[in-house]
């Protein structure tokens, strides 16, 4: 502050002049430029230093800013392979390895086709030759094994009526109980356990009566699977 602050007696002159020589000289030099009436240097730079006037201080207080590094994101586990270890507990996947962080591959076994067939006696031929020429004969005995057998695939479902319903070459008949033949080609990428006749039964004619066909009477035979 001028001297004349002490007596409280400055005038304007005094004020201005104070200002170019003592303020605005120490702080615009240390922006490049010149303090007025001095015209010379009319371009600024900015200081190598910052200053702030803080209250209180008799002059600024000068210091040297220092770099704010910026924060990045770091990587931390991995969404892919957490979602497959999530997957593999909430569900039955076969021999899934993760080969890399970030990759993973599913690998199954090779399926196998099997061949096995199941005989049920039926109340008539008529009943049998119903089945039999039914589209929907063939799906219900189709998805009665399925459903009894997870994991296995049916291919092929051939129907033949079987016992007193058919004919023999020489004009004969068979004395057997009327009944039907479902001869079975299916995948499998494991070997399933087949099912009891009563499970067959029960299976079976459930899916029968799904679709308005006659339920069986009893399941005469259920060979095993052969690969």
């Known amino acids: 502050c001028p ?59 000068l210091f040297d800013p220092e770099p704010v590094t910026k924060e990045e994101c770091k990587k931390k586990g991995n969404i892919l392979t957490d979602a497959v270890d999530k997957l593999k507990k909430n569900m039955s996947l076969p021999a899934t390895t993760l080969v890399s962080a970030g990759t993973a591959s599913t690998t199954q076994a090779a399926a196998k086709t099997y061949t096995m067939s199941a005989t049920v006696e039926v109340q008539s031929c008529e009943e049998a030759k119903t089945i039999v020429d039914s589209q929907s004969g063939k799906l219900a005995f189709k998805d009665a094994l399925e459903a009894l057998m997870k994991g296995v695939s049916v291919r092929d479902t051939k129907l033949s009526k079987v016992g007193d319903c058919r004919r023999l ?22 070997s399933v356990t087949k099912p009891t006749t009563t499970e067959f039964q029960t299976g079976l004619n459930v899916a029968l009566s799904k679709v308005g066909l006659p339920k069986v009477k009893a399941v005469v035979s259920l060979t095993n699977p052969v690969s």
Do not use: M
């Open 3 to 61: 001297a004349c602050y002490k007596t409280r007696n400055c005038s304007v002159a005094d004020l201005v002049r104070h200002a170019q020589t003592a303020i605005c000289s120490k702080l615009c030099g240390k922006w490049g430029l010149s303090v007025f009436p001095d015209s010379s240097q009319t371009t600024g730079k900015p200081p190598t230093s910052h200053a702030t006037e803080c209250h209180g201080d008799a002059s600024p207080r």
């Open 169 to 190: 070459n020489d004009g004969s008949r068979r004395l057997a109980k009327p009944g039907v033949k479902a001869d079975y080609t299916y995948t499998s990428a494991t």
